[in-house]
């Protein structure tokens, strides 16, 4: 597999520092950004043009649903995956209808974890 440029974005420091540190225990992944807010996601995503992008749901200010909207409107081949607390099947439609490949719950992150992005990396057809 090639290695894929990912984007990080979550606004807690604690997660994106753990998260980015776990996938990159994967030479798969190159994390190519981190980003502690939609807005500032947006810009890094026009900037650095990744393969995927890891995008936290609830971030204050623009949230993840709207940030992940307007990247893909601009690039839509990227590909991205919901990161979230929150496991109510309304989160999964919302993110679904903007776009996302896929949809983690950060309490179920485990070592298939990177199994599973590689999965919708690789197959996830679209789901906008």
Known sequence: ?????VLVV???EQFLK????????DADFNITGKSKSGEEAIEMANLLKPDLVLMDYSMPGIGGIEALKTIKSKLSTIKSIMITNHNEQEYRQQAELVGAN?????SDINEDTLNLIK????????LK
């Open 119 to 126: 999965t919708i990396i690789k197959h996830k057809p679209e």
């Open 1 to 5: 597999m090639e290695k894929v440029n």
């Open 18 to 25: 753990a998260f980015c540190k776990f996938l990159e225990s």
């Open 102 to 106: 896929g949809f983690i719950l950060k």
């Open 10 to 12: 979550d606004d807690s």
